[in-house]
């Protein structure tokens, strides 16, 4: 009997003792996560083995999981404020002549009143586009952006994209070439995606890279398809080739009326949207050549 008693109070010893234990780690973790909201960076201490250790690595995680997602929010904020800070200046660049060759064409007597209107109109298209790449922009980050994937020919569909281009490149005095193949390769994408991706690509080489020639070439390489877009404007500084797709980003001399550094921005994202991949290799007084991949449909037939 008296065996029985002692084997009970060692028991119960035991238990009180694994009891205080908890609640001293309890009041440990009590008192770090205060201290956490004072110093973010604080890691809780890990003693020994077993189940509270492993509760405390996780507490760890967890926390240092939120603080990347911080950093992340941080930067985004920052982005933002950097982005509403350009359109500033992006939006009243145009509309400030806007307003200016309309109060101009009130006048009875302005003159020449049809070349006022023409440049009126040209600075509203620079408003109608830049509203249209920030409302882009904003329905990617807020991932409202819905996608109708289907198969296309992309031969077929690059050819009546580029189309489009060709009196706008003719007015600029752009001179064109393509060596798109008859052959039909078929690739999953949205429409209206991959039409948005080749038209920024377009853009910005006519409006930041000064080209006066533009070249598109479409290959099938191992299962893939290669769309180049190479144009030979003014080449992209080796320094900002890491950071061209990046939002808000501008490269020296890239800032134009309608610049914004959302245009490649948008692109990388629709692009990766679809499986696919983007990249851009330029070479001073050679080409600048934008090249997009997207995985190539399997014949089904």
Same mark, same amino acid.
């Given at each position: 009997?008296?065996g029985?008693?002692?084997?009970?109070l060692?028991?119960?010893?035991?238990?009180?003792?694994?009891?205080?234990?908890?609640?001293?780690?309890?009041?440990?973790?009590?008192?770090?996560?205060?201290?956490?909201?004072?110093?973010?960076?604080?890691?809780?201490?890990?003693?020994?083995?077993?189940?509270?250790?492993?509760?405390?690595?996780?507490?760890?995680?967890?926390?240092?999981?939120?603080?990347?997602?911080?950093?992340?929010?941080?930067?985004?904020?920052?982005?933002?404020?950097?982005?509403?800070?350009?359109?500033?200046?992006?939006?009243?660049? *145009?509309?400030? @002549? =806007?307003?200016g060759?309309?109060?101009?064409?009130?006048?009875? /007597?302005? !003159?020449? +009143?049809?070349?006022?209107?023409?440049v009126?109109?040209?600075?509203?298209?620079?408003?109608?586009a830049?509203?249209?790449?920030?409302?882009?922009?904003?329905?990617?980050?807020?991932?409202?952006?819905?996608?109708?994937?289907?198969?296309?020919?992309?031969?077929?569909?690059t050819?009546?994209?580029?189309?489009?281009?060709i009196?706008?490149?003719?007015?600029?005095?752009?001179?064109?070439?393509?060596?798109?193949?008859?052959?039909?390769?078929?690739?999953?994408?949205?429409?209206?995606?991959?039409?948005?991706?080749?038209?920024?690509?377009?853009?910005?080489?006519?409006?930041?890279?000064?080209?006066?020639?533009?070249?598109?070439?479409?290959?099938?390489?191992?299962?893939?398809?290669?769309?180049?877009?190479?144009?030979?404007?003014?080449?992209? *500084?080796a320094? @900002? =080739?890491?950071?061209?797709?990046?939002?808000l980003?501008?490269? /020296?001399? !890239?800032? +134009?009326?309608?610049?914004?550094?959302?245009?490649?921005?948008?692109?990388?994202?629709?692009?990766?949207?679809?499986?696919?991949?983007?990249?851009?290799?330029?070479?001073?007084?050679?080409q600048?050549?934008?090249?997009?991949?997207?995985?190539?449909?399997?014949?089904?037939?």
């Amino acid at each position: 009997m008296t065996g029985w008693v002692i084997v009970l109070l060692l028991i119960c010893v035991g238990t009180l003792g694994y009891i205080v234990h908890i609640r001293r780690q309890l009041a440990e973790w009590r008192a770090y996560l205060k201290a956490v909201r004072e110093e973010p960076q604080r890691k809780l201490f890990v003693r020994g083995d077993g189940l509270l250790a492993e509760i405390n690595f996780e507490l760890n995680d967890i926390l240092a999981e939120n603080r990347r997602q911080l950093v992340r929010l941080h930067k985004a904020e920052a982005a933002n404020r950097q982005l509403l800070t350009d359109l500033s200046h992006d939006v009243r660049t *145009p509309l400030a @002549s =806007l307003t200016g060759y309309l109060e101009a064409l009130k006048n009875q /007597d302005a !003159a020449p +009143r049809d070349e006022y209107i023409q440049v009126a109109y040209r600075k509203a298209l620079d408003l109608e586009a830049l509203i249209d790449m920030l409302f882009q922009w904003f329905k990617l980050e807020s991932r409202e952006q819905l996608y109708q994937p289907a198969d296309y020919d992309i031969n077929e569909l690059t050819r009546e994209i580029l189309i489009g281009y060709i009196p706008q490149w003719e007015n600029a005095r752009i001179s064109f070439a393509t060596d798109i193949p008859d052959e039909e390769w078929h690739v999953r994408i949205d429409r209206a995606a991959y039409t948005r991706v080749i038209g920024n690509i377009l853009s910005n080489a006519v409006q930041h890279g000064n080209c006066t020639r533009i070249e598109v070439t479409t290959e099938c390489v191992q299962g893939r398809v290669r769309i180049a877009i190479a144009n030979d404007g003014d080449a992209i *500084p080796a320094d @900002s =080739l890491l950071f061209i797709f990046d939002r808000l980003y501008k490269g /020296d001399g !890239a800032r +134009r009326e309608c610049g914004n550094g959302l245009g490649l921005a948008i692109a990388k994202e629709l692009v990766c949207a679809m499986s696919g991949e983007i990249s851009v290799t330029s070479v001073p007084g050679g080409q600048t050549v934008f090249s997009l991949t997207f995985p190539l449909q399997e014949d089904k037939n």
